[in-house]
């Protein structure tokens, strides 16, 4: 799951629009989070938002599908799809698909647990 520094810096760039994002490299991609919430990744190259019921139907439209990896001999997939090439390309689009991807990360976000104090 190697991301380019290139890959890095145009996405980075690409997102400006989309105030507060940040990358942390994860599992040898990145994640892409705002306000401590992740609602992207990146890996190959290739950027995926969070979808859930609400903003799944708008990636399904446009023949993406969801991210996919190999657990334990089997694929398995998580609830980030891949954001169609022309969308990458025009920054005011893709900061509308990723303020839907943070929207949905927001409500599918587990909430914190307490922590005990000693």
Same mark, same amino acid.
């Given at each position: 799951?190697?991301? $380019?520094?290139?890959? =890095?810096?145009? /996405?980075?760039?690409? !997102? ?20 401590? !919430?992740?609602?992207? !990744? ?6 995926? /938002? ?6 799944? %139907? ?18 398995? $997939? /998580? $609830?980030?799809? #891949?954001?169609?090439? #022309?969308?990458? #390309?025009? $920054?005011?689009? /893709? ?15 587990? %909430?914190? =647990? ?5």
């Amino acid at each position: 799951m190697p991301v $380019s520094e290139e890959f =890095k810096v145009f /996405l980075a760039d690409q !997102l400006t629009g989309f105030d507060g994002v940040q990358f942390r490299r994860m599992f040898g991609g990145l994640g892409t989070f705002r306000d401590g !919430l992740m609602f992207g !990744l990146v890996a190959d190259d290739v950027f995926y /938002l969070k979808a859930d019921d609400q903003n799944r %139907p708008t990636f399904k439209a446009n023949d993406m599908g969801p991210f996919t990896y190999e657990r334990a001999g089997k694929p398995a $997939s /998580l $609830s980030y799809w #891949e954001v169609p090439p #022309e969308v990458l #390309e025009n $920054s005011d689009e /893709l900061a509308e698909w990723a303020a839907g991807a943070w929207d949905a990360a927001r409500r599918n976000a587990k %909430p914190k =647990k307490k922590r005990k104090r000693k």
